[in-house]
């Protein structure tokens, strides 16, 4: 059985940072791509970033670009959004996502998976 678990989520003032982690278990993702996608209250989900299995390629959100970085970690089955310059509209439940053997899952959260069961980031302003 597959498992995702976020951290790193909480509350940070406008301009501030945070990183968040989303390690696997039950499966060596070294295979597999993964994203991250988030959701603020009454909105529909959203995508955020995403990563290829072997990192080499990389897409984000027009939102978010520039000031969020996606990376992974193989080697420990963990998958990182460092998030810059956080701002206000940043403030959603953040979520990790894996979609299984695939080389890029892309912004449709339809084409992922697995899902962990998010963290919340709240940006004060």
């Known amino acids: 059985q597959v498992q995702l678990v976020e951290a790193g989520g909480g509350l940070v003032q406008a301009g501030g940072s945070l990183r968040l982690s989303c390690a696997a278990s039950?499966?060596?993702?070294?295979?597999?791509?993964m994203g991250w996608f988030r959701q603020a209250p009454g909105k529909e989900r959203e995508f955020v970033a995403a990563?290829?299995?072997?990192?080499?390629?990389?897409s984000y959100a027009s939102s978010v670009k520039g000031r969020f970085t996606v990376s992974r970690d193989n080697a420990k089955n963990t998958m990182y959004l460092q998030m810059n310059s956080l701002k206000p509209e940043d403030t959603a439940v953040y979520f990790c996502?894996?979609?299984?053997?695939?080389?890029?899952?892309?912004?449709?959260?339809?084409?992922?998976?697995?899902w962990g069961q998010g963290t919340q980031v709240t940006v004060s302003s």
């Open positions: 990563i290829s299995r072997g990192s080499r390629t990389t």
């Open positions: 039950g499966r060596t993702v070294s295979n597999d791509a």
């Open positions: 996502a894996l979609a299984q053997n695939k080389y890029y899952g892309g912004s449709y959260d339809q084409d992922y998976d697995y």
